[in-house]
């Protein structure tokens, strides 16, 4: 199993330019999330999925878009970069034991940077 | 306000030392205490978790010492070894309807040889 895998690792952007980064996982996981993490800030919630079809925001949604149309893909989406995006964001996925996320397994990262 | 509060935001210990890194929560409707432990350019990986009904949790060198009506908890590292040097954090999960974890400030461990 490949577990949780991001694309891109790196990526600079312009203010104003939209991308998507990649998340994909190979092990059935019903939920899904992305952070982002800042130097003294810890990891903080972006948005998250309990399923196929299903997304709600996390602590710090604002700017960012999601879906889940597959199990395996968690695509998040910049709608318009700032600098105050420039951050490693992570992608995780996770069971759901009893509608509450077990274990959460991250992939390696990617970290932007927005000019 | 859902907020876990860690501390020491960094720390040097020697070889053979222990390691104690303490957070502190708010919400007493959390569930679950896991620790994470990053390695630079990695993303996080669970290292141990404790639930509220028991007071610790021992994983090899890890432990977990865990504190209902302080609503303290705190990771000890046993014997700390030089590839211990990490960045941990804790988290807390909320009970509610959605189980988000919430997690700590992070703390830059350095066990120097």
């Known amino acids: 199993n490949a577990g949780v895998t991001q694309t891109p690792k790196f990526q600079v952007l312009k203010t104003g330019q939209s991308m998507t980064l990649q998340c994909a996982q190979d092990m059935n996981h019903e939920y899904m999330s992305w952070y982002r993490q800042d130097p003294g800030m810890g990891l903080r919630l972006i948005h998250y999925?309990?399923?196929?079809?299903?997304?709600d925001q996390g602590e710090v949604p604002n700017g960012y878009n999601v879906s889940r149309s597959t199990t395996e893909d968690f695509p998040l989406r910049l709608l318009s970069a700032a600098p105050s995006q420039t951050s490693v964001y992570f992608c995780?996925?996770?069971?759901?034991?009893?509608?509450?996320?077990?274990?959460?397994?991250f992939g390696p990262g990617t970290r932007l940077t927005v000019l | 306000q859902q907020q876990v509060k860690q501390s020491p935001q960094s720390l040097i210990v020697q070889k053979g030392g222990i390691s104690i890194i303490n957070c502190a929560y708010e919400?007493?409707?959390?569930?679950?205490f896991p620790w994470y432990q990053q390695f630079p350019g990695k993303g996080p990986a669970l290292l141990i978790a404790?639930?509220?009904?028991?007071s610790e949790k021992k994983e090899g060198r890890f432990t977990i010492s865990f504190n209902k009506s302080a609503k303290q908890f705190s990771l000890h590292i046993m014997d700390s070894q030089p590839g211990d040097s990490a960045t941990y954090f804790c988290?807390?999960?909320?009970?509610?309807?959605?189980?988000?974890?919430?997690f700590g400030q992070g703390t830059t461990l350095q066990v120097k040889p």
């Open positions: 995780a996925s996770s069971n759901l034991a009893g509608g509450f996320p077990d274990t959460q397994y």
């Open positions: 919400n007493t409707a959390f569930d679950y």
């Open positions: 988290a807390a999960r909320g009970s509610g309807n959605t189980g988000k974890l919430i």
């Open positions: 404790i639930r509220p009904d028991v």
């Open positions: 999925s309990v399923g196929a079809g299903i997304t």
